[in-house]
């Protein structure tokens, strides 16, 4: 099988690594209007909704960048999750998804709640109502909320699952900020008696539980390969350590364990980076049941890998490693926060 990226693989790479490395240099700067402007945010999406009808393999390398470069956007949350249950809905809202792809327009993904187990959503309930649904409920970790952001959330009806689209400024919803363990901005969204028109409906039943499932699929494929960035990015900066640090009159790299320490690092770094690349040739496959069997491979492979990778690199830096200031200690909150995130599924 070749690896090798094409000329516009390589050129989109090129260009989102220059992007992120400005974004990291400069974090005042607005990353999301560049990612429009330079047709970021439409790379998944189908160009009859204004995408550029890219694939997973370029999703892929859009994440890997941002890890490298240690930036913290909203491409998972908007872009990832809440953007394919959008394009993936049975009957997609094509303008939304034009927005979204512009960048006029923000989701942000609400599907986790409090002691929720396996991943399904079973506090939030929606009701019938007329001509619409009435929701009710909470969830959590909602990331990179947008004031103006849409939200797709993920709930349960007396008929089954349901996906929905909530304004954030309807009547009933409210909004606890908070920060993540890695400095990512979260927030609770509480929806109480809140008003849903059946057009903002994805999906109901059956589709419901397939939209959400790809949804996570899709999501867990981002974030392996988002970590194999960040994993890259404390491996390069362990090194240079070890080859400058000097003790003893000699520099660290030549004492025999540190050196096999690295090499574990760079052997957990490679597994996840295969395994991110099969999730990347997998999403969309159109077996379920063989997406399920390699999302959960990819979820195992890369949660053992950002554990290693990260611990490795705080004990082989010492003190400074575990300093927010230091690229170590940010890398070591964003993997071990990808690391919770793969293992809770």
Known sequence: MNFELSEDQAMLKDTADRLFAQAAGDPSGDLWARMAELGLLAAPFAEQDGGLGLGPVETM??????????????????????????????????????????????????????????????????????????????????????????????????????????????????????????????????????????GAVLAHGPDAATLTERAREHL??????????????????????????????EPLSSFQALRHKAADMLVALEQARSMAMLAALSVEDPEAEMRRKTIAQVRTVVAKACKLVGQAAVQLHGGIGVTEEHPVGRGFRQLTLIDLEMERG
Not at 221 to 238: C, I, K, N, P, Y
């Open 220 to 249: 867990v494929a981002f974030r392996a390969s988002e970590a194999v960035g960040l994993m890259q990015a404390l491996l390069d900066a362990t090194l240079e350590h070890l080859r400058t640090r000097r003790q003893f009159g």
């Open 61 to 198: 390398i859009l994440a890997e960048a941002a890890g490298r470069a240690q930036v913290l956007t909203p491409y998972a949350s908007s872009i990832v999750a809440a953007g394919t249950a959008l394009r993936l809905a049975p009957v997609p809202p094509s303008g939304l998804i034009a927005g979204l792809a512009a960048g006029e327009v923000q989701f942000a993904w609400g599907h986790e709640e409090l002691g929720m187990p396996s991943g399904q959503a079973r506090r939030t309930r929606a009701r019938s109502s007329g001509d619409g649904w009435i929701l009710s409920g909470r969830k959590t970790n909602v990331v990179h909320v947008a004031g103006d952001a849409r939200l797709v959330v993920t709930a349960t009806t007396d008929g089954g699952p349901i996906v929905l689209i909530v304004p954030l400024d309807a009547q009933g919803v409210s909004r606890r900020d908070h920060q993540l363990f890695d400095g990512t901005p979260a927030s609770e969204i509480s929806f109480y008696e809140v008003g849903v028109e059946v």
